[in-house]
């Protein structure tokens, strides 16, 4: 995400602002976080952090690089997600939501190959308890995640330019979305599915 450092931040923050408030809108609901950066190597600025203890990210927090490890980024995450919350999500009393954003396509993974992620995915989108979201940041999210087994209607391409100000609007509307399912007993597996055009690269936006 060379490039987009100052969007990034700010629409990781709207999102963490939205989560709050939706933290009070729905106060029988947790939210935890984490937020995991996939380059040359994996590694997580944030691990199943209670959204109310969520600080302002900085550019200090934020230092992308040039390679991307899209299938050890997916694959970590997942384990550790299940490592410490697989009872809770076979019980269903808990859900996730995946959300993966990147700018470019598999070039640096050494742990996990396409097929294994792919395999993942669809076992745990079949429980019903896991939701992935594919977002492409200038390229086309349709063709870098072919083969990955994701919902169609959870892929989506931006345009770097306007990235921030459509993701972070489309991204609140889809949280607020589920967790209103979540409030009625129901987990939404199809998390953009609001968005009716999932290719807006060569959108006009002012």
Known sequence: MA?????????????????????????EQEFEVSLTYFED?????LLFQPIDSLKTMTREDFKPGGLTALFDGIG????????????????????????????????????????AISQKI???????NWTFTFIGAGLDAAQVSQGLNLNRENVLSYDRQ??????????????????????????????????THKDKRDWNVN
């Open 162 to 195: 306007h990235f921030n100000g459509i993701m972070s609007d489309e991204m609140e509307q889809a949280a607020r979305s589920y967790a209103q399912a979540k409030s009625q007993g129901r987990v939404k597996t199809t998390y953009m599915d609001e968005v």
């Open 122 to 128: 669809k076992q745990l989108e079949e429980s019903g």
């Open 3 to 27: 490039g987009l450092e100052g969007m990034v931040i700010e629409s990781f923050n709207s999102q963490f602002n939205t989560l709050k408030q939706l933290k009070k809108e729905f106060p």
């Open 41 to 45: 190597e994996v590694t997580d600025l």
């Open 76 to 115: 970590r995450s997942i384990d550790a997600i299940r490592l410490k919350y697989e009872n809770l999500i076979l019980d269903d009393a808990a859900s996730v939501v995946m959300v993966i954003i990147t700018d470019g396509g598999e070039n640096a993974s050494k742990y996990y190959t396409k097929l």
